[in-house]
Nanobody
Framework: QVHLVESGGGLVQPGGSLRLSCAAS????????MGWYRQAPGKQRELVAT???????NYADSVKDRFTISRDSAKNTVTLHMISLKPEDTAVYYC??????????????WGQGTQVTVSS
Protein backbone atom coordinates (compact mmCIF):
# COMPACT_ATOMS: atom_id res chain seq x y z
CA GLN A 1 0.00 0.00 0.00
CA VAL A 2 1.21 3.49 -0.91
CA HIS A 3 0.01 6.79 0.53
CA LEU A 4 0.56 10.13 -1.19
CA VAL A 5 -0.04 13.51 0.45
CA GLU A 6 0.19 16.80 -1.45
CA SER A 7 0.85 20.23 0.00
CA GLY A 8 1.82 23.72 -1.11
CA GLY A 9 -1.22 24.86 -3.03
CA GLY A 10 -2.80 28.25 -2.60
CA LEU A 11 -3.82 31.52 -4.20
CA VAL A 12 -1.29 33.35 -6.34
CA GLN A 13 -1.40 36.25 -8.79
CA PRO A 14 -0.70 35.73 -12.49
CA GLY A 15 3.04 35.61 -13.04
CA GLY A 16 3.66 34.31 -9.55
CA SER A 17 5.14 31.01 -8.43
CA LEU A 18 4.32 28.07 -6.19
CA ARG A 19 6.09 24.93 -5.11
CA LEU A 20 4.00 21.80 -4.61
CA SER A 21 5.24 18.85 -2.59
CA CYS A 22 4.17 15.22 -2.49
CA ALA A 23 5.16 13.00 0.43
CA ALA A 24 5.09 9.29 -0.31
CA SER A 25 5.02 6.45 2.19
CA UNK A 26 4.53 2.70 2.07
CA UNK A 27 5.72 0.12 -0.41
CA UNK A 28 7.25 2.38 -3.01
CA UNK A 29 10.76 2.24 -4.44
CA UNK A 30 12.92 4.90 -5.97
CA UNK A 31 12.60 3.16 -9.35
CA UNK A 32 8.82 3.64 -9.43
CA UNK A 33 7.55 6.46 -11.61
CA MET A 34 5.78 9.41 -10.03
CA GLY A 35 4.13 12.49 -11.40
CA TRP A 36 1.66 15.32 -11.17
CA TYR A 37 -1.75 15.65 -12.79
CA ARG A 38 -4.30 18.43 -12.56
CA GLN A 39 -8.03 18.78 -13.01
CA ALA A 40 -10.14 21.91 -13.35
CA PRO A 41 -13.91 21.88 -12.74
CA GLY A 42 -15.73 20.54 -15.78
CA LYS A 43 -12.54 19.28 -17.41
CA GLN A 44 -10.75 15.96 -17.58
CA ARG A 45 -7.72 15.25 -15.47
CA GLU A 46 -4.57 15.91 -17.47
CA LEU A 47 -0.91 15.05 -17.17
CA VAL A 48 1.36 17.84 -15.96
CA ALA A 49 4.74 16.17 -15.43
CA THR A 50 6.27 12.77 -14.68
CA UNK A 51 9.61 11.61 -13.35
CA UNK A 52 11.17 8.15 -13.14
CA UNK A 53 13.66 6.78 -10.65
CA UNK A 54 16.66 7.68 -12.76
CA UNK A 55 15.58 11.30 -12.89
CA UNK A 56 14.26 11.50 -16.45
CA UNK A 57 11.21 13.71 -16.73
CA ASN A 58 8.61 14.83 -19.23
CA TYR A 59 6.06 17.63 -19.30
CA ALA A 60 2.85 18.67 -20.93
CA ASP A 61 3.47 21.18 -23.70
CA SER A 62 1.47 23.83 -21.86
CA VAL A 63 3.83 23.82 -18.86
CA LYS A 64 7.15 22.63 -20.30
CA ASP A 65 8.89 26.01 -20.12
CA ARG A 66 7.46 26.99 -16.73
CA PHE A 67 7.22 23.93 -14.46
CA THR A 68 9.98 21.72 -13.08
CA ILE A 69 9.52 18.34 -11.42
CA SER A 70 12.14 16.92 -9.09
CA ARG A 71 12.54 13.98 -6.74
CA ASP A 72 14.32 13.32 -3.47
CA SER A 73 14.38 9.55 -3.05
CA ALA A 74 15.94 9.71 0.42
CA LYS A 75 13.02 11.78 1.69
CA ASN A 76 10.40 10.06 -0.50
CA THR A 77 9.19 13.38 -1.84
CA VAL A 78 8.40 14.76 -5.28
CA THR A 79 8.09 18.48 -5.91
CA LEU A 80 6.64 20.60 -8.68
CA HIS A 81 8.13 24.08 -8.96
CA MET A 82 5.79 26.33 -10.91
CA ILE A 83 6.71 29.79 -12.19
CA SER A 84 5.01 32.33 -14.46
CA LEU A 85 1.64 30.99 -13.42
CA LYS A 86 -1.37 31.74 -15.58
CA PRO A 87 -5.10 31.73 -14.78
CA GLU A 88 -5.46 28.61 -16.93
CA ASP A 89 -3.17 26.80 -14.49
CA THR A 90 -5.96 26.96 -11.90
CA ALA A 91 -6.87 23.40 -10.93
CA VAL A 92 -6.61 20.75 -8.26
CA TYR A 93 -3.17 19.18 -8.56
CA TYR A 94 -2.80 15.48 -7.77
CA CYS A 95 0.28 13.47 -7.01
CA UNK A 96 0.51 10.11 -8.77
CA UNK A 97 2.62 6.98 -8.45
CA UNK A 98 2.86 3.87 -10.60
CA UNK A 99 4.24 1.08 -8.44
CA UNK A 100 5.62 -2.15 -9.87
CA UNK A 101 4.05 -5.25 -8.34
CA UNK A 102 5.84 -8.42 -9.32
CA UNK A 103 7.50 -8.37 -12.72
CA UNK A 104 5.03 -6.71 -15.10
CA UNK A 105 2.06 -5.42 -13.12
CA UNK A 106 1.68 -1.82 -11.96
CA UNK A 107 -0.66 -0.35 -9.38
CA UNK A 108 -1.67 3.30 -9.57
CA UNK A 109 -2.00 5.52 -6.50
CA TRP A 110 -3.33 9.05 -6.10
CA GLY A 111 -3.13 11.72 -3.44
CA GLN A 112 -6.08 13.77 -2.25
CA GLY A 113 -5.06 16.83 -4.26
CA THR A 114 -4.10 20.41 -3.48
CA GLN A 115 -5.85 23.47 -4.89
CA VAL A 116 -3.93 25.98 -7.01
CA THR A 117 -5.75 29.19 -7.88
CA VAL A 118 -4.18 31.82 -10.14
CA SER A 119 -6.15 35.06 -10.05
CA SER A 120 -5.61 38.79 -9.76
Amino acid sequence: QVHLVESGGGLVQPGGSLRLSCAASGSILSRDAMGWYRQAPGKQRELVATIIGGGSSNYADSVKDRFTISRDSAKNTVTLHMISLKPEDTAVYYCNANVLHGRNTYLTYWGQGTQVTVSS
